[in-house]
């Protein structure tokens, strides 16, 4: 079976975004499955939004993303980018964090529930060590009496790297 048949295969013939190597492709699938598993309909420009999102641990924006994409993908729009970009938030595909300005920016990310740490120097993302976090959740409930159920929690401030390169 040729790459080209089993992209359809398991694509079920609605995208028709093509891979030169096993590896994109499998990612691929995995992504696709992720944007249909609420129901929502697979595109080829969904599809092109996650694989350009998949993998980055720096937070981009919609039009960051776009100006990336679009030598690839000329007829993509902006207004596609961000409505992908948000679908892929709905189905806890990626994060929607901050950037000064009121510029939402993007990460991809697990489904399980964790916090970042968004570098605003760098933009790199972390996850946060959730160990850390469960002693704050339990000290909620014994001061407040309070049971969270969830809660969104994400750390903006300058990375390791980035410290070390602005210390003088
Ligand atoms: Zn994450
Ligand atoms: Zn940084």
């Known amino acids: ?15 028709r975004v093509h891979y030169t190597d096993v590896v ?3 990612r691929s699938q995995h992504l696709a499955r992720r944007i249909t598993s609420r129901g929502r309909r697979l595109t080829d420009q969904r599809l092109v939004v996650a694989e350009g999102l998949a993998g980055k641990r720096e937070a981009v924006s919609a039009q960051e993303l776009y100006e990336r994409l679009r030598p690839r993908h000329p007829r993509l729009a902006l207004a596609t980018v961000y409505r992908a970009l948000e679908a892929q938030v ?3 595909m990626a994060r929607r964090l901050e950037r000064g300005g009121h ?7 697990a489904p399980e529930h964790h916090h970042h740490l968004v570098c605003t120097r760098c933009q790199k993302v972390e996850d946060v060590d ?3 976090l469960k002693p704050v959740l339990r000290g909620i409930t014994d001061r407040h009496g309070f049971a969270v159920e969830h809660e969104r929690l994400d750390f903006y401030g300058l990375c390791a790297a980035c410290r070390r390169e602005t210390a003088t």
Not at 1 to 15: F, G, V
Not at 103 to 109: E, F, N, Q, R
Request: net charge negative; glycine share 4%.
């Open 130 to 132: 959730e160990t850390i």
């Open 1 to 15: 079976m040729t790459l080209r048949t089993l992209s359809r295969t398991i694509l079920d013939n609605e995208a």
């Open 90 to 92: 709905e189905s806890g």
């Open 24 to 26: 994109a492709l499998r």
């Open 103 to 109: 510029v939402s920016t993007y990460i991809a990310c």
